[in-house]
């Protein structure tokens, strides 16, 4: 049995060393969870991962789909649950902004079925361009949500996430972080349960939020929340652990750093270990610290825990010291850590924290900036582009490996907002006069870049459209999309090209292929020729370098110069200097050839005879 089968199919107590991401997955399937629906995104991306594997291969799901976009999942896995099929939608935290419009009248119209909404969040922003704490979503939406601590606690939720939405009729909201997804831990499988779809009755007064039915279903959901409040009281996931008169209230993550310290510190507290967040549980946080000599509040990002017990304790005219974020003893931004939580808490307890050490231990971390991988197409395609245009022109990125063209050599990245903005940041920023170009990749080209071509064909904007096609969501994890002829379950579909929508709304395109520098810099030229008022668009297409074959690699010869021209236009790690020289890495290059091509000297050659251009564009039905 491989790992996917085991998750799929393993039975009731055995144990499997699991992501949380992976247990989470593991607790749909055991939910019976019938339609589940992502657009792939870190830290979440896992859970699409396997799930894709389970679903085409064992049936768990029964359905499973990569959406174009994050507001299009959520509409498909809660209609699923509104039809009856009990549904849950994932992303990572900026993937709910795109998804929540239909969020917030998900909470109106409520659901049928159980449906949950995994928001797996960044603190620290190891992939992600903000921190934002997605746990506002619930407070905005008036939605129940829960947060795991670990990877079993994360697999175990997600039944009780359902359970609540089913009792309530609400979808469920389910918090992660980073440090929970990408943790792995040892979790003991459950039994695997088997949903019956439940009736769907048509209700327009219920399913259909004109404005006369909002200010009803409004009312509905003040009292549906009401009673997730009573559910917050009673429920096991709000637990109290340990004894004393310092008492910690914590949730998530944060609860192990919390357990930790208190060990590491050698006290004695007692532990309010909140797993449902939202609505808190009043009664139960009153009685905890109404004895308490001190409190205090451990939780990532927002101090919002800490300003709703801040808010119980006067409301109910408890005289407690509470401590947190507001005393300046808990950061405001990134990842906790243990040593961030002892020194917090010492804080608090005015005992004596030990910085100097902490500093030490980040000395000994090297620094490594993110590269494009060896071999990327991206490099030389930006390599063709800044041989073509002005260095004056704007460059307007977007999120996905091409974003690294920030760094040196290419430094070609001056502005970015969020997924599929860089058109639009081209088309605000050519009203000033600038030659702007709007770079994005292909699988961000489908999820929010249609939108905005229409918008620049329709309003005449003069921009270029780089569309970096390497066949596949590479950043996250290699998740098929419309342009690859494939399903999220395997099934084979049409092939959709970001040409074919050019070639729809009648603008100037070009096709190329980025590793033959010489037709590609024409093809850009010529496009650039035919290019009249309105937008144009370009396409290089080729295949990832981790999911292409090596067909030959390289070498550099004693034609070497020592100019490294190689390195300064392309900055491929497989690139090295030595001695006065550039070398190649054999044990990383990918055998792309690009820098043969921009080498003044023909100092670097095949140390085969297989041709460059086998493939000179990529047939993504292969």
């Given at each position: 049995?491989?790992?996917?089968?085991?998750?799929?199919?393993?039975?009731?107590?055995?144990?499997?060393?699991?992501?949380?991401?992976?247990?989470?997955?593991?607790?749909?399937?055991?939910?019976?969870?019938?339609?589940?629906?992502?657009?792939?995104?870190?830290?979440?991306?896992?859970?699409?991962?396997?799930?894709?594997?389970?679903?085409?291969?064992?049936?768990?799901?029964?359905?499973?789909?990569?959406?174009?976009?994050?507001?299009?999942?959520?509409?498909?896995?809660?209609?699923?649950?509104?039809?009856?099929?009990?549904?849950?939608?994932?992303?990572?935290?900026?993937?709910?902004?795109?998804?929540?419009?239909?969020?917030?009248?998900?909470?109106?119209?409520?659901?049928?079925?159980?449906?949950?909404?995994?928001?797996?969040?960044?603190?620290?922003?190891?992939?992600?361009?903000?921190?934002?704490?997605?746990?506002?979503?619930?407070?905005?939406?008036?939605?129940?949500?829960?947060?795991?601590?670990?990877?079993?606690?994360?697999?175990?939720?997600?039944?009780?996430?359902?359970?609540?939405?089913?009792?309530?009729?609400?979808?469920?909201?389910?918090?992660?972080?980073?440090?929970?997804?990408?943790?792995?831990?040892?979790?003991?499988?459950?039994?695997?349960?088997?949903?019956?779809?439940?009736?769907?009755?048509?209700?327009?007064?219920?399913?259909?939020?004109i404005p006369a039915v909002a200010r009803k279903r409004r009312l509905v959901l003040i009292d549906k929340i009401?009673?997730?409040?009573?559910?917050?009281?009673?429920?096991?996931?709000?637990?109290?652990?340990?004894?004393?008169?310092?008492?910690?209230?914590?949730?998530?993550?944060?609860?192990?750093?919390?357990?930790?310290?208190?060990?590491?510190?050698?006290?004695?507290?007692?532990?309010?270990?909140?797993?449902?967040?939202?609505?808190?549980?009043?009664?139960?946080?009153?009685?905890?610290?109404?004895?308490?000599?001190?409190?205090?509040?451990?939780?990532?990002?927002?101090?919002?825990?800490?300003?709703?017990?801040?808010?119980?304790?006067?409301?109910?005219?408890?005289?407690?010291?509470?401590?947190?974020?507001?005393?300046?003893?808990?950061?405001?931004?990134?990842?906790?850590?243990?040593?961030?939580?002892?020194?917090?808490?010492?804080?608090?307890?005015?005992?004596?924290?030990?910085?100097?050490?902490?500093?030490?231990?980040?000395?000994?971390?090297?620094?490594?900036?993110?590269?494009?991988?060896?071999?990327?197409?991206?490099?030389?395609?930006?390599?063709?582009?800044?041989?073509?245009?002005?260095?004056?022109?704007?460059?307007?990125?977007?999120?996905?490996?091409?974003?690294?063209?920030?760094?040196?050599?290419?430094?070609?990245?001056?502005?970015?907002?969020?997924?599929?903005?860089?058109?639009?940041?081209?088309?605000?920023?050519?009203?000033?006069?600038?030659?702007?170009?709007?770079?994005?990749?292909?699988?961000?080209?489908?999820?929010?870049?249609?939108?905005?071509?229409?918008?620049?064909?329709?309003?005449?904007?003069?921009?270029?459209?780089?569309?970096?096609?390497?066949?596949?969501?590479?950043?996250?994890?290699?998740?098929?999309?419309?342009?690859?002829?494939?399903?999220?379950?395997?099934?084979?579909?049409?092939?959709?090209?970001?040409?074919?929508?050019?070639?729809?709304?009648?603008?100037?395109?070009?096709?190329?292929?980025?590793?033959?520098?010489?037709?590609?810099?024409?093809?850009?030229?010529?496009?650039?020729?035919?290019?009249?008022?309105?937008?144009?668009?370009?396409?290089?297409?080729?295949?990832?370098?981790?999911?292409?074959?090596?067909?030959?690699?390289?070498?550099?010869?004693?034609?070497?110069?020592?100019?490294?021209?190689?390195?300064?236009?392309?900055?491929?790690?497989?690139?090295?200097?030595?001695?006065?020289?550039?070398?190649?890495?054999?044990?990383?290059?990918?055998?792309?050839?690009?820098?043969?091509?921009?080498?003044?000297?023909?100092?670097?050659?095949?140390?085969?005879?297989?041709?460059?251009?086998?493939?000179?564009?990529?047939?993504?039905?292969?």
């Amino acid at each position: 049995m491989n790992l996917f089968e085991k998750i799929a199919c393993g039975g009731l107590g055995e144990k499997l060393l699991l992501l949380g991401n992976e247990a989470i997955a593991r607790g749909l399937i055991e939910a019976g969870v019938i339609v589940a629906t992502t657009y792939p995104g870190t830290p979440s991306s896992e859970i699409g991962n396997t799930l894709a594997v389970t679903s085409s291969k064992y049936g768990k799901p029964r359905y499973f789909e990569f959406s174009t976009n994050e507001k299009v999942a959520f509409e498909v896995a809660a209609s699923a649950a509104v039809a009856g099929l009990r549904s849950c939608v994932f992303m990572k935290h900026v993937g709910l902004n795109v998804a929540a419009d239909p969020l917030m009248s998900s909470a109106y119209i409520g659901t049928n079925a159980g449906f949950t909404v995994i928001t797996a969040d960044d603190p620290g922003c190891w992939s992600s361009q903000n921190e934002q704490d997605n746990r506002y979503y619930a407070y905005l939406a008036n939605l129940p949500m829960l947060e795991p601590s670990n990877s079993q606690e994360a697999k175990d939720m997600i039944r009780d996430a359902f359970i609540i939405s089913e009792k309530l009729e609400l979808p469920v909201i389910f918090r992660v972080t980073t440090r929970v997804s990408h943790t792995r831990g040892k979790v003991i499988l459950g039994k695997i349960e088997t949903q019956k779809p439940k009736k769907f009755v048509k209700n327009p007064g219920r399913y259909v939020p004109i404005p006369a039915v909002a200010r009803k279903r409004r009312l509905v959901l003040i009292d549906k929340i009401n009673k997730a409040r009573e559910i917050s009281e009673q429920t096991n996931l709000n637990r109290v652990e340990g004894s004393g008169d310092i008492g910690i209230i914590t949730s998530g993550v944060s609860y192990n750093y919390a357990m930790e310290a208190i060990a590491k510190i050698n006290i004695e507290a007692s532990i309010l270990k909140l797993g449902m967040t939202y609505p808190l549980p009043e009664n139960k946080i009153k009685n905890f610290i109404k004895d308490k000599k001190q409190v205090i509040i451990i939780e990532e990002l927002e101090p919002l825990i800490e300003n709703t017990i801040r808010s119980i304790a006067q409301r109910n005219n408890v005289k407690v010291k509470i401590n947190g974020k507001h005393d300046n003893f808990f950061p405001l931004s990134g990842e906790f850590s243990t040593d961030i939580v002892v020194d917090g808490i010492k804080k608090a307890l005015n005992m004596e924290t030990n910085k100097q050490m902490k500093i030490k231990q980040a000395e000994k971390t090297p620094f490594r900036p993110p590269i494009f991988c060896p071999g990327c197409p991206h490099m030389a395609s930006y390599h063709i582009v800044k041989r073509v245009l002005s260095p004056r022109t704007i460059w307007a990125s977007d999120i996905g490996c091409y974003t690294l063209a920030i760094n040196k050599p290419f430094q070609m990245a001056d502005i970015l907002y969020c997924m599929g903005s860089s058109i639009g940041a081209a088309m605000g920023m050519s009203k000033a006069d600038k030659v702007a170009v709007a770079f994005i990749g292909d699988s961000t080209f489908f999820h929010s870049g249609l939108p905005e071509l229409v918008n620049a064909v329709y309003n005449k904007h003069n921009v270029l459209v780089v569309v970096l096609d390497n066949g596949t969501t590479a950043m996250t994890g290699h998740q098929p999309h419309p342009g690859t002829g494939r399903t999220g379950m395997g099934e084979k579909t049409k092939v959709i090209l970001p040409e074919m929508f050019a070639e729809a709304l009648g603008i100037p395109y070009e096709v190329t292929d980025p590793y033959n520098i010489a037709l590609s810099v024409k093809a850009l030229r010529r496009l650039l020729k035919r290019k009249g008022e309105g937008p144009a668009l370009i396409v290089f297409r080729r295949s990832c370098a981790l999911i292409r074959p090596v067909e030959q690699v390289y070498i550099i010869n004693d034609k070497c110069t020592g100019c490294f021209a190689c390195i300064n236009s392309l900055g491929c790690p497989a690139l090295r200097k030595r001695n006065g020289n550039a070398i190649i890495l054999s044990n990383l290059c990918r055998g792309c050839g690009v820098c043969s091509q921009v080498c003044p000297f023909e100092a670097i050659e095949s140390v085969n005879d297989l041709e460059t251009e086998k493939k000179n564009f990529l047939n993504f039905t292969q």
